[in-house]
Protein backbone atom coordinates (compact mmCIF):
# COMPACT_ATOMS: atom_id res chain seq x y z
CA UNK A 1 0.00 0.00 0.00
CA UNK A 2 2.98 2.12 -0.15
CA UNK A 3 3.09 4.67 -3.23
CA UNK A 4 5.84 7.00 -4.42
CA UNK A 5 4.46 9.59 -6.43
CA UNK A 6 7.53 10.04 -8.47
CA UNK A 7 6.79 7.03 -10.53
CA UNK A 8 3.07 7.53 -11.57
CA UNK A 9 4.23 8.02 -15.01
CA UNK A 10 4.62 3.89 -14.92
CA UNK A 11 1.06 3.03 -13.57
CA UNK A 12 -1.94 2.26 -15.31
CA UNK A 13 -3.78 4.99 -16.70
CA UNK A 14 -6.31 5.26 -14.24
CA UNK A 15 -3.98 4.94 -11.56
CA UNK A 16 -2.53 8.26 -12.66
CA UNK A 17 -5.48 9.93 -12.91
CA UNK A 18 -6.24 8.57 -9.43
CA UNK A 19 -2.90 10.36 -7.87
CA UNK A 20 -4.25 13.66 -9.75
CA UNK A 21 -7.54 13.69 -7.63
CA UNK A 22 -5.31 12.88 -4.34
CA UNK A 23 -3.32 15.53 -5.21
CA UNK A 24 -6.21 17.89 -5.90
CA UNK A 25 -7.38 16.60 -2.55
CA UNK A 26 -3.79 16.85 -0.55
CA UNK A 27 -3.34 20.52 -2.41
CA UNK A 28 -6.88 21.71 -1.05
CA UNK A 29 -8.13 22.18 -4.46
CA UNK A 30 -11.28 20.32 -3.15
CA UNK A 31 -11.59 20.94 0.46
CA UNK A 32 -12.62 17.91 3.29
CA UNK A 33 -17.00 17.57 2.72
CA UNK A 34 -16.65 19.50 -1.00
CA UNK A 35 -18.45 17.93 -3.98
CA UNK A 36 -15.76 17.50 -6.68
CA UNK A 37 -16.60 18.21 -10.36
CA UNK A 38 -19.06 14.94 -12.55
CA UNK A 39 -16.91 12.12 -14.39
CA UNK A 40 -17.53 14.03 -17.46
CA UNK A 41 -15.77 16.96 -16.16
CA UNK A 42 -13.15 15.15 -15.23
CA UNK A 43 -12.68 12.94 -17.98
CA UNK A 44 -12.53 16.02 -20.04
CA UNK A 45 -10.08 17.49 -17.71
CA UNK A 46 -7.43 15.28 -17.75
CA UNK A 47 -7.91 13.89 -21.44
CA UNK A 48 -9.00 10.45 -20.12
CA UNK A 49 -12.50 8.22 -20.86
CA UNK A 50 -15.15 8.74 -18.75
CA UNK A 51 -14.80 4.57 -17.83
CA UNK A 52 -11.21 5.82 -16.74
CA UNK A 53 -12.07 8.18 -14.19
CA UNK A 54 -14.80 6.03 -12.71
CA UNK A 55 -12.32 3.39 -12.23
CA UNK A 56 -10.11 6.02 -10.41
CA UNK A 57 -13.17 6.71 -8.56
CA UNK A 58 -14.01 3.90 -7.24
CA UNK A 59 -10.34 3.55 -5.57
CA UNK A 60 -10.76 6.29 -4.00
CA UNK A 61 -14.28 5.51 -2.86
CA UNK A 62 -12.76 2.53 -1.75
CA UNK A 63 -9.83 3.86 0.05
CA UNK A 64 -12.28 5.80 2.34
CA UNK A 65 -10.81 9.67 0.50
CA UNK A 66 -14.25 9.79 -1.46
CA UNK A 67 -18.13 9.56 -0.62
CA UNK A 68 -20.47 8.36 -3.33
CA UNK A 69 -23.83 10.61 -2.53
CA UNK A 70 -26.52 8.52 -4.24
CA UNK A 71 -28.39 11.29 -6.74
CA UNK A 72 -25.77 13.96 -5.21
CA UNK A 73 -22.64 13.81 -6.44
CA UNK A 74 -18.74 12.66 -4.69
CA UNK A 75 -17.61 14.21 -1.92
CA UNK A 76 -14.37 14.33 -0.49
CA UNK A 77 -14.55 12.65 2.89
CA UNK A 78 -13.96 14.10 6.28
CA UNK A 79 -10.41 13.22 8.39
CA UNK A 80 -9.73 13.82 11.78
CA UNK A 81 -7.64 16.72 12.38
CA UNK A 82 -4.22 17.24 13.36
CA UNK A 83 -3.40 19.00 16.91
CA UNK A 84 -3.18 22.35 17.32
CA UNK A 85 -5.92 23.19 14.84
CA UNK A 86 -8.18 25.16 17.42
CA UNK A 87 -7.26 21.83 19.94
CA UNK A 88 -5.04 23.69 22.16
CA UNK A 89 -7.18 26.17 24.05
CA UNK A 90 -6.02 29.23 26.60
CA UNK A 91 -8.31 28.49 30.18
CA UNK A 92 -11.67 30.18 30.29
CA UNK A 93 -11.60 30.35 26.14
CA UNK A 94 -13.60 27.27 25.99
CA UNK A 95 -17.06 28.84 24.67
CA UNK A 96 -14.88 31.73 22.76
CA UNK A 97 -15.94 32.37 19.12
CA UNK A 98 -12.50 33.71 18.75
CA UNK A 99 -9.61 31.41 17.74
CA UNK A 100 -6.32 31.76 19.01
CA UNK A 101 -3.75 31.63 16.49
CA UNK A 102 -1.64 28.40 17.08
CA UNK A 103 1.58 27.44 15.35
CA UNK A 104 3.58 24.75 15.25
CA UNK A 105 7.87 25.64 15.25
CA UNK A 106 9.89 22.54 13.54
CA UNK A 107 12.65 22.03 16.40
CA UNK A 108 14.41 18.68 14.44
CA UNK A 109 13.51 15.74 11.98
CA UNK A 110 16.12 12.92 12.71
CA UNK A 111 16.26 9.31 12.46
CA UNK A 112 16.24 7.32 16.24
CA UNK A 113 15.31 4.30 16.96
CA UNK A 114 12.20 3.11 18.16
CA UNK A 115 11.92 2.81 22.26
CA UNK A 116 9.60 0.08 24.15
CA UNK A 117 6.83 2.43 24.46
CA UNK A 118 6.79 3.80 20.87
CA UNK A 119 7.35 0.07 19.29
CA UNK A 120 4.31 -1.17 21.24
CA UNK A 121 2.77 2.10 20.07
CA UNK A 122 3.78 0.98 16.49
CA UNK A 123 3.12 -2.55 16.54
CA UNK A 124 7.22 -2.86 14.79
CA UNK A 125 10.26 -4.21 17.19
CA UNK A 126 12.15 -2.13 19.63
CA UNK A 127 15.11 -0.55 17.56
CA UNK A 128 13.59 -0.13 14.80
CA UNK A 129 14.66 3.17 12.43
CA UNK A 130 12.33 5.29 12.98
CA UNK A 131 12.10 9.19 11.74
CA UNK A 132 11.33 11.28 14.88
CA UNK A 133 9.74 15.04 14.08
CA UNK A 134 9.87 17.20 17.20
CA UNK A 135 8.15 20.47 17.54
CA UNK A 136 7.40 23.40 19.85
CA UNK A 137 3.36 24.86 19.74
CA UNK A 138 2.65 28.65 20.20
CA UNK A 139 -0.87 29.96 20.83
CA UNK A 140 -0.88 33.67 20.29
CA UNK A 141 2.48 33.61 20.83
CA UNK A 142 2.90 31.88 24.02
CA UNK A 143 5.29 28.81 24.13
CA UNK A 144 2.43 26.27 25.25
CA UNK A 145 3.24 22.93 24.46
CA UNK A 146 6.22 20.39 22.52
CA UNK A 147 5.18 17.26 20.56
CA UNK A 148 7.09 14.63 19.28
CA UNK A 149 5.64 12.47 15.69
CA UNK A 150 7.41 8.84 15.18
CA UNK A 151 7.06 7.22 12.01
CA UNK A 152 8.67 4.02 10.89
CA UNK A 153 11.58 5.28 8.82
CA UNK A 154 11.43 2.15 6.06
CA UNK A 155 8.21 3.02 5.21
CA UNK A 156 8.61 6.93 5.52
CA UNK A 157 12.16 7.51 4.54
CA UNK A 158 12.07 10.34 2.81
CA UNK A 159 10.34 12.65 5.48
CA UNK A 160 13.02 15.17 6.17
CA UNK A 161 12.66 19.02 7.49
CA UNK A 162 12.92 20.05 3.75
CA UNK A 163 9.52 17.97 2.20
CA UNK A 164 8.00 18.98 6.11
CA UNK A 165 8.26 22.75 5.07
CA UNK A 166 7.24 21.85 1.61
CA UNK A 167 4.32 20.88 2.88
CA UNK A 168 3.71 24.05 5.41
CA UNK A 169 4.02 21.94 8.52
CA UNK A 170 0.98 19.65 7.55
CA UNK A 171 1.89 16.13 8.17
CA UNK A 172 -1.64 14.39 7.39
CA UNK A 173 -1.33 16.26 3.44
CA UNK A 174 2.35 15.47 3.28
CA UNK A 175 1.78 11.07 3.87
CA UNK A 176 -1.46 11.69 1.09
CA UNK A 177 0.55 13.10 -1.00
CA UNK A 178 3.84 11.82 -0.77
CA UNK A 179 2.96 7.98 0.41
CA UNK A 180 -0.66 8.01 -0.24
CA UNK A 181 -1.49 6.81 2.99
CA UNK A 182 -4.44 8.43 4.13
CA UNK A 183 -5.47 9.24 7.91
CA UNK A 184 -8.78 7.42 8.89
CA UNK A 185 -9.06 7.34 12.57
CA UNK A 186 -6.86 8.36 15.66
CA UNK A 187 -6.95 7.33 18.94
CA UNK A 188 -6.01 9.45 22.16
CA UNK A 189 -4.72 8.50 25.65
CA UNK A 190 -4.41 11.46 28.43
CA UNK A 191 -2.66 11.85 31.75
CA UNK A 192 -1.08 14.21 34.07
CA UNK A 193 3.04 13.80 33.06
CA UNK A 194 4.96 13.16 36.60
CA UNK A 195 7.74 13.61 34.88
CA UNK A 196 8.55 14.50 31.42
CA UNK A 197 11.04 11.65 29.92
CA UNK A 198 11.94 13.46 26.81
CA UNK A 199 14.62 15.71 27.94
CA UNK A 200 14.15 18.37 24.95
CA UNK A 201 10.91 19.17 26.16
CA UNK A 202 11.62 22.33 28.50
CA UNK A 203 8.73 24.14 30.55
CA UNK A 204 9.51 26.05 33.58
CA UNK A 205 10.09 24.24 36.81
CA UNK A 206 7.20 22.76 38.34
CA UNK A 207 4.75 23.60 35.49
CA UNK A 208 1.74 20.84 35.59
CA UNK A 209 2.63 19.40 32.59
CA UNK A 210 -0.67 16.96 30.55
CA UNK A 211 0.72 14.16 28.27
CA UNK A 212 -1.14 13.02 25.26
CA UNK A 213 -0.27 10.04 23.81
CA UNK A 214 -2.06 9.27 20.39
CA UNK A 215 -1.92 6.47 18.03
CA UNK A 216 -3.47 7.09 13.91
CA UNK A 217 -4.29 4.54 11.87
CA UNK A 218 -4.42 4.23 8.22
CA UNK A 219 -7.36 2.78 6.39
CA UNK A 220 -6.53 -0.63 6.40
CA UNK A 221 -6.81 0.05 10.72
CA UNK A 222 -2.68 -0.36 10.50
CA UNK A 223 -1.35 2.39 13.40
CA UNK A 224 1.46 3.93 11.00
CA UNK A 225 1.97 7.07 13.56
CA UNK A 226 2.41 7.40 16.95
CA UNK A 227 2.38 11.19 18.79
CA UNK A 228 3.15 12.25 22.24
CA UNK A 229 2.28 15.91 22.98
CA UNK A 230 3.16 17.66 26.54
CA UNK A 231 1.19 20.86 27.74
CA UNK A 232 1.45 23.53 29.84
CA UNK A 233 -1.81 23.28 31.34
CA UNK A 234 -0.74 25.94 33.72
CA UNK A 235 -1.49 27.98 30.71
CA UNK A 236 -3.97 26.18 28.45
CA UNK A 237 -6.18 22.87 27.81
CA UNK A 238 -6.85 20.40 25.33
CA UNK A 239 -10.13 19.83 23.94
CA UNK A 240 -11.61 16.94 22.48
CA UNK A 241 -12.30 16.56 18.71
CA UNK B 1 -38.21 20.01 26.04
CA UNK B 2 -39.04 19.30 29.11
CA UNK B 3 -41.25 15.86 30.40
CA UNK B 4 -42.43 14.13 33.00
CA UNK B 5 -43.24 10.65 32.48
CA UNK B 6 -45.69 10.82 35.16
CA UNK B 7 -47.75 12.97 33.46
CA UNK B 8 -48.21 10.62 30.46
CA UNK B 9 -51.94 9.80 30.89
CA UNK B 10 -52.59 13.41 29.97
CA UNK B 11 -51.05 13.84 27.20
CA UNK B 12 -52.26 13.24 23.46
CA UNK B 13 -52.22 9.45 22.42
CA UNK B 14 -49.30 9.55 20.15
CA UNK B 15 -46.99 11.63 22.83
CA UNK B 16 -48.45 8.61 25.31
CA UNK B 17 -46.65 5.89 22.61
CA UNK B 18 -43.92 8.29 22.16
CA UNK B 19 -42.89 7.62 25.83
CA UNK B 20 -43.75 3.86 25.76
CA UNK B 21 -41.35 3.66 22.83
CA UNK B 22 -38.58 5.95 24.93
CA UNK B 23 -39.16 3.57 27.57
CA UNK B 24 -38.45 0.61 25.68
CA UNK B 25 -34.97 2.92 24.75
CA UNK B 26 -33.71 3.85 28.22
CA UNK B 27 -35.01 0.21 29.79
CA UNK B 28 -32.55 -1.11 26.62
CA UNK B 29 -35.39 -3.24 25.27
CA UNK B 30 -33.78 -1.66 22.17
CA UNK B 31 -30.54 -1.06 21.83
CA UNK B 32 -28.32 1.41 20.50
CA UNK B 33 -27.61 0.72 16.66
CA UNK B 34 -30.79 -2.14 17.27
CA UNK B 35 -33.82 -2.04 14.49
CA UNK B 36 -36.89 -1.55 16.21
CA UNK B 37 -39.92 -3.48 14.92
CA UNK B 38 -41.82 -2.03 12.22
CA UNK B 39 -44.81 0.19 12.59
CA UNK B 40 -47.54 -2.58 12.04
CA UNK B 41 -46.17 -4.58 15.06
CA UNK B 42 -46.19 -1.60 17.54
CA UNK B 43 -49.57 -0.59 16.40
CA UNK B 44 -50.72 -3.89 17.30
CA UNK B 45 -48.50 -3.76 20.62
CA UNK B 46 -49.85 -0.54 21.38
CA UNK B 47 -53.42 -1.23 20.46
CA UNK B 48 -53.36 2.32 18.70
CA UNK B 49 -53.46 2.91 14.95
CA UNK B 50 -50.73 2.55 12.75
CA UNK B 51 -50.66 6.56 11.71
CA UNK B 52 -50.50 7.50 15.69
CA UNK B 53 -47.47 4.89 15.47
CA UNK B 54 -46.20 7.08 12.80
CA UNK B 55 -46.95 9.87 13.95
CA UNK B 56 -44.59 8.98 17.31
CA UNK B 57 -42.04 7.73 15.63
CA UNK B 58 -41.60 10.88 12.93
CA UNK B 59 -40.81 12.82 16.56
CA UNK B 60 -38.42 10.33 17.52
CA UNK B 61 -36.51 10.72 14.31
CA UNK B 62 -36.82 14.40 14.11
CA UNK B 63 -35.31 14.29 18.37
CA UNK B 64 -32.43 11.94 17.03
CA UNK B 65 -33.32 9.08 19.16
CA UNK B 66 -34.21 7.12 16.09
CA UNK B 67 -33.11 7.10 12.68
CA UNK B 68 -34.77 5.84 8.92
CA UNK B 69 -32.91 3.72 6.94
CA UNK B 70 -34.64 3.81 3.47
CA UNK B 71 -36.03 0.08 2.59
CA UNK B 72 -34.26 -1.40 5.47
CA UNK B 73 -36.34 -0.18 8.94
CA UNK B 74 -36.08 2.08 11.62
CA UNK B 75 -33.13 2.25 14.06
CA UNK B 76 -32.28 3.18 17.76
CA UNK B 77 -29.62 5.92 17.06
CA UNK B 78 -26.16 5.98 18.73
CA UNK B 79 -25.41 8.14 21.57
CA UNK B 80 -22.24 9.36 23.37
CA UNK B 81 -21.16 6.92 25.97
CA UNK B 82 -20.82 8.20 29.67
CA UNK B 83 -17.36 8.47 31.12
CA UNK B 84 -15.95 4.37 33.02
CA UNK B 85 -17.13 2.17 30.35
CA UNK B 86 -13.43 1.31 28.88
CA UNK B 87 -12.26 4.70 29.07
CA UNK B 88 -10.49 4.51 32.21
CA UNK B 89 -7.53 2.35 31.10
CA UNK B 90 -4.46 0.83 33.13
CA UNK B 91 -1.21 1.89 31.67
CA UNK B 92 -0.04 -0.55 29.35
CA UNK B 93 -3.38 -2.07 28.64
CA UNK B 94 -4.46 0.07 26.17
CA UNK B 95 -3.73 -2.47 23.42
CA UNK B 96 -5.52 -4.92 25.13
CA UNK B 97 -9.08 -6.83 24.25
CA UNK B 98 -9.09 -7.82 27.95
CA UNK B 99 -11.29 -5.34 29.55
CA UNK B 100 -11.12 -3.93 33.00
CA UNK B 101 -14.24 -4.08 35.29
CA UNK B 102 -14.99 -0.32 36.06
CA UNK B 103 -17.57 0.45 38.58
CA UNK B 104 -19.20 3.86 39.63
CA UNK B 105 -19.59 3.97 43.64
CA UNK B 106 -22.17 6.81 44.61
CA UNK B 107 -20.48 9.47 47.71
CA UNK B 108 -23.60 11.90 47.32
CA UNK B 109 -26.34 13.14 45.73
CA UNK B 110 -27.18 16.75 47.15
CA UNK B 111 -28.57 20.09 46.37
CA UNK B 112 -25.52 22.88 46.19
CA UNK B 113 -24.91 26.52 44.68
CA UNK B 114 -23.33 26.87 40.93
CA UNK B 115 -19.60 28.33 41.34
CA UNK B 116 -18.27 30.64 38.67
CA UNK B 117 -17.30 27.81 37.11
CA UNK B 118 -19.86 25.79 36.66
CA UNK B 119 -22.10 28.64 36.12
CA UNK B 120 -20.13 29.45 33.20
CA UNK B 121 -20.27 25.60 32.06
CA UNK B 122 -23.65 25.55 32.22
CA UNK B 123 -24.56 28.95 31.12
CA UNK B 124 -26.70 29.12 34.23
CA UNK B 125 -26.33 32.21 36.69
CA UNK B 126 -23.55 32.11 39.83
CA UNK B 127 -25.14 31.22 42.75
CA UNK B 128 -28.68 29.51 40.79
CA UNK B 129 -29.38 25.65 42.66
CA UNK B 130 -27.26 23.38 41.16
CA UNK B 131 -27.78 18.98 41.86
CA UNK B 132 -24.18 17.86 42.60
CA UNK B 133 -23.62 14.23 42.04
CA UNK B 134 -20.28 12.85 43.40
CA UNK B 135 -18.77 9.30 42.60
CA UNK B 136 -15.45 7.50 43.18
CA UNK B 137 -14.39 4.98 40.82
CA UNK B 138 -12.58 2.00 40.76
CA UNK B 139 -10.90 -0.30 38.30
CA UNK B 140 -10.60 -3.59 38.87
CA UNK B 141 -11.04 -3.00 42.49
CA UNK B 142 -8.36 -0.01 42.46
CA UNK B 143 -9.33 3.24 43.33
CA UNK B 144 -8.39 5.61 40.31
CA UNK B 145 -10.81 8.51 39.90
CA UNK B 146 -13.38 10.90 41.46
CA UNK B 147 -16.02 12.90 39.49
CA UNK B 148 -18.58 15.23 40.01
CA UNK B 149 -21.82 15.63 37.81
CA UNK B 150 -23.64 19.22 37.96
CA UNK B 151 -26.66 20.19 36.79
CA UNK B 152 -29.09 22.63 37.17
CA UNK B 153 -31.85 22.08 40.32
CA UNK B 154 -34.93 23.63 38.53
CA UNK B 155 -35.05 21.03 36.11
CA UNK B 156 -33.69 17.85 37.70
CA UNK B 157 -35.35 18.49 40.98
CA UNK B 158 -36.06 14.84 41.09
CA UNK B 159 -32.45 13.37 41.01
CA UNK B 160 -31.31 11.72 43.91
CA UNK B 161 -29.78 8.85 45.34
CA UNK B 162 -32.75 6.88 45.01
CA UNK B 163 -33.63 7.96 41.70
CA UNK B 164 -29.88 7.23 40.80
CA UNK B 165 -29.70 3.57 42.31
CA UNK B 166 -33.16 2.70 40.18
CA UNK B 167 -31.49 3.52 36.97
CA UNK B 168 -28.23 1.48 38.63
CA UNK B 169 -26.41 4.84 38.50
CA UNK B 170 -26.70 5.45 34.60
CA UNK B 171 -27.07 8.85 34.36
CA UNK B 172 -27.93 8.95 30.53
CA UNK B 173 -31.01 6.90 30.80
CA UNK B 174 -31.63 8.29 33.89
CA UNK B 175 -31.87 11.49 31.89
CA UNK B 176 -33.76 10.08 29.14
CA UNK B 177 -36.31 7.71 30.94
CA UNK B 178 -37.54 10.59 33.74
CA UNK B 179 -37.19 14.20 31.56
CA UNK B 180 -36.99 12.84 28.09
CA UNK B 181 -33.54 14.43 28.06
CA UNK B 182 -31.70 12.89 25.01
CA UNK B 183 -27.74 13.62 25.08
CA UNK B 184 -26.52 14.45 21.79
CA UNK B 185 -23.25 15.03 22.29
CA UNK B 186 -20.18 15.93 24.70
CA UNK B 187 -17.27 18.43 24.48
CA UNK B 188 -13.59 17.81 26.65
CA UNK B 189 -11.28 19.28 28.09
CA UNK B 190 -8.11 17.81 29.52
CA UNK B 191 -5.51 19.25 31.46
CA UNK B 192 -2.92 18.37 34.53
CA UNK B 193 -4.35 19.40 37.75
CA UNK B 194 -1.82 21.69 39.76
CA UNK B 195 -3.89 21.51 42.61
CA UNK B 196 -7.32 19.64 43.05
CA UNK B 197 -10.34 22.61 44.03
CA UNK B 198 -12.49 20.26 45.70
CA UNK B 199 -11.28 19.07 49.30
CA UNK B 200 -13.54 15.41 48.61
CA UNK B 201 -11.06 14.67 46.27
CA UNK B 202 -8.77 12.25 47.89
CA UNK B 203 -5.81 10.85 46.70
CA UNK B 204 -2.74 9.81 47.98
CA UNK B 205 -0.14 13.02 48.11
CA UNK B 206 2.03 13.85 45.05
CA UNK B 207 0.07 11.93 42.46
CA UNK B 208 0.15 13.41 39.09
CA UNK B 209 -3.71 14.11 38.60
CA UNK B 210 -5.73 14.12 35.50
CA UNK B 211 -8.78 16.90 34.91
CA UNK B 212 -11.44 16.00 32.59
CA UNK B 213 -14.18 18.76 32.26
CA UNK B 214 -16.66 17.65 30.21
CA UNK B 215 -20.24 19.69 29.37
CA UNK B 216 -22.82 17.43 27.79
CA UNK B 217 -25.73 18.81 25.12
CA UNK B 218 -28.98 17.84 24.20
CA UNK B 219 -30.67 17.33 20.94
CA UNK B 220 -31.14 20.86 20.83
CA UNK B 221 -27.94 21.41 21.16
CA UNK B 222 -28.56 23.13 24.65
CA UNK B 223 -26.04 22.52 27.75
CA UNK B 224 -27.51 20.37 30.40
CA UNK B 225 -24.76 18.63 32.17
CA UNK B 226 -21.44 20.01 33.69
CA UNK B 227 -18.71 17.22 34.79
CA UNK B 228 -15.81 17.33 35.79
CA UNK B 229 -13.34 14.13 36.69
CA UNK B 230 -9.98 13.58 38.31
CA UNK B 231 -7.69 10.52 37.38
CA UNK B 232 -4.88 9.38 39.62
CA UNK B 233 -2.37 9.33 36.18
CA UNK B 234 0.06 7.27 38.09
CA UNK B 235 -2.48 4.07 37.74
CA UNK B 236 -4.70 4.87 34.69
CA UNK B 237 -5.00 7.00 31.40
CA UNK B 238 -8.21 8.36 29.88
CA UNK B 239 -9.29 6.93 26.59
CA UNK B 240 -10.17 8.97 23.93
CA UNK B 241 -14.03 8.08 22.32
Same mark, same amino acid.
Not at 96 to 104: C, G, N, T, V, W
Not at 187 to 206: K, L, P, Q, Y
Given at each position: ???????????????????????????????????????? !? +???????????????? *???? !?????????????????????????????? &?????? +?????????????? &????????? &?????? *????? *???? $??? +????????????????????????????? !????????????????? $????????????????????? *????????????????????????????????????
Amino acid at each position: MQHQIKDVQFLPLYQQVRFQLLQKISDSVWLAGEMIPSEF !A +LADEFTVSQGTVRKAL *NVLV !AEGLLVRRQGVGTFVSDWPEEWGDARLVFH &GAEFSS +LKDRIEPELLSCSK &GIATDRVAE &GLGIKR *NTPVI *NIRR $AWR +LSGQLVAFDEVTLDASRFDRVDARLIKQH !AGKLYKLYLAEFGVRVS $AATEWFMAAGSIEADWVRFTD *NVPVLKVERCTTEMNATIFEWRRIWVDSRRCMYRSA
